[in-house]
C-alpha cells in the first residue's frame, strides 16, 4: 500500500561539520515522500514523480510546512515526567530530595501505564518519534513503558535502572537480581515489534563495582541490546566518583573497567569531559546525548560540543525529562544554541537539526532505520508549522534563507509547530 505526501521537505544524509553544508542534506521546496508499507520507498520533486503514481493514489499535500524525520531523543526518564520542574537544587540533593522518592510509584504496574500513556503522548505532540528512555529500579516500570509503546507502534528503546548502593532501600536492587530482571526483560522485549533494550546502571555513584561488572557480562551476552547511563553531569558528582572508584582514572574509567563502552553505549551529558575520555569515546564508537535544558536547570554545566566534535564523537540530543523542562526538541535546540553562545561559540541551525535526527540515529546505531529518508527507513515523521504563532508568522514574513528558517523554527517553536506526527506513514 502506497502513502503519498507532498511538501517541502528536508532531511539529512551526513553531519554538516563533516562535510561540504551542501551535501549534507536534501532540501525540496515541493516535494513529495511516497511511503509502501511503512517504509519510504522514494523522495523526489513533485513534479517529476507525480506523474509516475498510478491514478487513484491519495496525494496528501501539507502546504506551508516541512517536513522532516520525526525528532529522536537520546536520553529521558519517563517516569519523571510528573516532577518535572521541581525547584532548588543542583544534582545530587535534586536526586536525593525530589527524584527517588518519586520514582518509588513505579513499582505498581498500572501507575506505569498511565504515565507512560502520557509520556508518550506528550512526545509524540512535540514530534519526538523515538527516545532511549530510563525505566526506574522497578521490572514492572519497563513493562508499563512497553506495553503503551507496542500499542502505539513506536520505535523505543527502555530499561530498568540497575542501583545497588547509595540509594534507599525502596530502590535497591542487588547485583544478582538486577542482571536476572534485566536478563528476563530481554528475553521478553528485545526486538519485539520496534522495541530495543537498554542496560541502565543509573550511575556510577549508585552502582557497586559488582553491579558494573554483571552489568559488562549481560552486554557481553547480548551484544545488540543498548548500554545507558550517566556520565560526568556535575562536579560533586565526579567528586564523589573519585572518592567511590579510587582505583579508577576517571570517571568514564570507571565504565570501561567494567566493559560498558561499545556502539550502542550511550552516556548521557558528558558536560566536564577530559581530552582523554573523548578519545576513548571516539575510539570505542560509543556516544553521548547533550541536553542542554537539564544542564542549566540543574546548573550542571554548558556541554563543549566543539571538543566532542574534535574527537568526532558520536552525539545526539537529550531532553532529560525531568530534569530538563521540555519535551520539545526544538526548544532543546534552542537551549543549546545558547549554552555554545556562552561558550563563544556557535550551533548552526543545519547542526542542530542534524543531531535533532540522523545525529541521534547515528548516536543510537540506527542509522538507515531512522532519522532521514533513505529508501527503506521507517517513515516516523513530522510536519512543522511556519505560521502556528503570530510571532512565528511575522518573523517568517523577513526571512530569505533555508538556514534562517530553520532558525527562526528552534528559536521560536516548540510543540505548537508541530502540526502532524506520522508513525510509519500513519498520521497519529
Ligand atoms: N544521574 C543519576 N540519575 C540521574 C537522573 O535521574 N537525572 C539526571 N539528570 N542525572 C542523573
Ligand atoms: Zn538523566
Known amino acids: 500500500m502506497l502513502k503519498v505526501y507532498r511538501g517541502e521537505l528536508l532531511h539529512f544524509l551526513a553531519d554538516p561539520a563533516k562535510v561540504a553544508l551542501q551535501d549534507s542534506y536534501q532540501y525540496i521546496e515541493d516535494g513529495l515522500l511516497i511511503i509502501k508499507d511503512g517504509l519510504v520507498e522514494q523522495v523526489g520533486e513533485a513534479k517529476a514523480l507525480l506523474n509516475t503514481l498510478d491514478n487513484d493514489v491519495d496525494v496528501i499535500h501539507y502546504e506551508n510546512g516541512l517536513i522532516m524525520p520525526g525528532f529522536i531523543d537520546t536520553h529521558v526518564h519517563y517516569p519523571q515526567t510528573e516532577m518535572i520542574a521541581s525547584y532548588g537544587e543542583q544534582l545530587l540533593e535534586w536526586l536525593e530530595n525530589y527524584t527517588f522518592p518519586f520514582e518509588r510509584q513505579f513499582s505498581d504496574l498500572e501507575h506505569g501505564k498511565r504515565v507512560a500513556e502520557f509520556f508518550l503522548t506528550q512526545l509524540l505532540e512535540a514530534g519526538t518519534t523515538t527516545a532511549l528512555v530510563f525505566g526506574t529500579v522497578h521490572k514492572e516500570s519497563v513493562d508499563a513503558f512497553f506495553t503503551i509503546a507496542q500499542q502505539k507502534k513506536l520505535r523505543m528503546i527502555c530499561g530498568k535502572v540497575l542501583m545497588d548502593q547509595n540509594c ?28 530495543q533494550y537498554a542496560i541502565t546502571p543509573r550511575f556510577a555513584p549508585t552502582c557497586s563495582t559488582e553491579q558494573l561488572n554483571k552489568a559488562g557480562q549481560l552486554l557481553a551476552e547480548n551484544p545488540s541490546v543498548y548500554l545507558h547511563t550517566h556520565l560526568s553531569e556535575n562536579k ?8 567511590l572508584f579510587p582505583d579508577s582514572d576517571g570517571y568514564l574509567d570507571v565504565y570501561d573497567k567494567s566493559n560498558l563502552l561499545s556502539r550502542r553505549s550511550v552516556f548521557a551529558h558528558g558536560v566536564h569531559l577530559h581530552d582523554s575520555e573523548c578519545q576513548r569515546l571516539s575510539e570505542t564508537d560509543s556516544a553521548v546525548a547533550f541536553c542542554p535544558s537539564s544542564n542549566l536547570f540543574l546548573g550542571s554545566g554548558l556541554f563543549n560540543l566543539q571538543q566532542v566534535e574534535k574527537f568526532d564523537v558520536n552525539v545526539g540530543l537529550g ?31 543545519f547542526k542542530s537539526m542534524f543531531l535533532a535526527t540522523l545525529g541521534g540515529a547515528i548516536a543510537l546505531d540506527l542509522e538507515g532505520t531512522i532519522g532521514n529518508f ?55
Open 319 to 349: 531532553s532529560d525529562i525531568g530534569a530538563g523542562t521540555t519535551f520539545s526538541m526544538l526548544s532543546t535546540i534552542n537551549e543549546g544554541y545558547k549554552t555554545q553562545q556562552l561558550r563563544g561559540d556557535k550551533l548552526s541551525p
Open 236 to 243: 560533586s558528582e565526579i567528586a564523589w566518583v573519585e572518592e
Open 168 to 195: 534507599p532501600d525502596y530502590l535497591s536492587d542487588t547485583a544478582q537480581s538486577g542482571y536476572d530482571d534485566s536478563k528476563a526483560l530481554i528475553e521478553k522485549w528485545h526486538n519485539t515489534d520496534r522495541l
Open 374 to 428: 533513505v529508501k527503506g527507513a521507517e517513515a516516523d515523521f513530522i510536519v512543522l508549522d511556519y505560521h502556528a504563532t503570530p510571532l512565528m508568522d511575522r518573523r517568517m514574513q523577513h526571512c530569505k534563507t533555508l538556514s534562517e528558517k530553520l532558525f527562526i523554527l528552534s528559536m521560536l517553536g516548540d510543540e505548537r509547530h508541530v502540526k502532524a506526527t506520522h508513525i510509519m506513514g500513519e498520521r497519529v
